[in-house]
T-cell receptor
Framework: AQSVTQLDSHVSVSEGTPVLLRCNYS??????LFWYVQHPNKGLQLLLK??????LVKGINGFEAEFKKSETSFHLTKPSAHMSDAAEYFC????????????FGTGTLLAVQP | DADVTQTPRNRITKTGKRIMLECSQT?????MYWYRQDPGLGLRLIYY???????NKGEISDGYSVSRQAQAKFSLSLESAIPNQTALYFC??????????????FGPGTRLTVL
C-alpha cells in the first residue's frame, strides 16, 4: 500500500531564507507524487507533481522538489521564503492504476517570520 | 469563474439533522471525490465516483452517503449528523490527461460544524 510521511508538522523560517519541507513515501511501484498547498481559509492548490519524468520537478511560486528513489523521498524546497508562502503543505502519493486515489500526508504548517 | 464549486461554504447544524453538501464542476471531468480534513490528519477519502453509475466507498464512508446526479454534480449526505463529523469537507475532480488520471482539482471546501 502507498503512504506518505511528512517529517515535520511545523516549520518556521525567516523571510528570505531557504525552505525545506520533508516528505518520505512508501510505494510498491513507481509512484506519482504531488505537493499541494492550502492557504488559510482556502482550498487546495497543486504546487507541483512528479510522474516518472524528470526527477527534479519545478512548480509554481519558485518551489521545486526532487524525487530520490534510493531515499524514498520527495522533499519540497524554495531558495528564499516570502511572507505569502505561509500556509499548510501536503505531500501526496497517488494509488495509481484504475482508481487514482490520493493518499495525503498529515501536512506541514509553514510559518514565515519577518 | 471557479471550476469546482461547493455549497454551502459554511454550515452549522445540530446532532441528528440531515445535511447535504453539494459539489458542481465545469471541468468536464468524469471522476469526482469527497474528502474530509481534520487538523493533524490531512485529507481522508470518503467516497469517489468514476461516472454517474459508479460509486465507491473510500476509507471513512461510515455515516455518509453520496449521490451522483449528473456527470457535473456529486452530493454528500450526512443522514444523521453527529459532532465528530465536524470537519472541513472538500470535493475534487479528475479527468483523463493523456493515458492516465492523475491530478485532482479541489473545490474551496465546506466547513461543517455539528453541535
Amino acid at each position: 500500500a502507498q503512504s506518505v510521511t511528512q517529517l515535520d508538522s511545523h516549520v518556521s523560517v525567516s523571510e528570505g531564507t531557504p525552505v525545506l519541507l520533508r516528505c518520505n513515501y512508501s510505494s510498491s511501484y513507481s509512484p506519482s507524487l504531488f505537493w499541494y498547498v492550502q492557504h488559510p481559509n482556502k482550498g487546495l492548490q497543486l504546487l507541483l507533481k512528479y510522474t516518472s519524468a524528470a526527477t527534479l520537478v519545478k512548480g509554481i511560486n519558485g518551489f521545486e522538489a526532487e524525487f530520490k528513489k534510493s531515499e524514498t523521498s520527495f522533499h519540497l524546497t524554495k531558495p528564499s521564503a516570502h511572507m505569502s508562502d505561509a500556509a499548510e503543505y501536503f505531500c501526496v502519493v497517488s494509488s495509481g492504476g484504475a482508481t487514482n486515489k490520493l493518499i495525503f500526508g498529515t501536512g506541514t504548517l509553514l510559518a514565515v517570520q519577518p | 469563474d471557479a471550476d469546482v464549486t461547493q455549497t454551502p461554504r459554511n454550515r452549522i447544524t445540530k446532532t441528528g439533522k440531515r445535511i447535504m453538501l453539494e459539489c458542481s464542476q465545469t471541468k468536464g471531468h468524469d471522476r469526482m471525490y469527497w474528502y474530509r480534513q481534520d487538523p493533524g490528519l490531512g485529507l481522508r477519502l470518503i467516497y469517489y465516483s468514476f461516472d454517474v453509475k459508479d460509486i465507491n466507498k473510500g476509507e471513512i464512508s461510515d455515516g455518509y452517503s453520496v449521490s451522483r446526479q449528473a456527470q457535473a454534480k456529486f452530493s454528500l449526505s450526512l443522514e444523521s449528523a453527529i459532532p465528530n463529523q465536524t470537519a472541513l469537507y472538500f470535493c475534487a475532480t479528475s479527468g483523463l490527461a493523456g493515458s492516465s488520471y492523475n491530478e485532482q482539482f479541489f473545490g474551496p471546501g465546506t466547513r461543517l460544524t455539528v453541535l
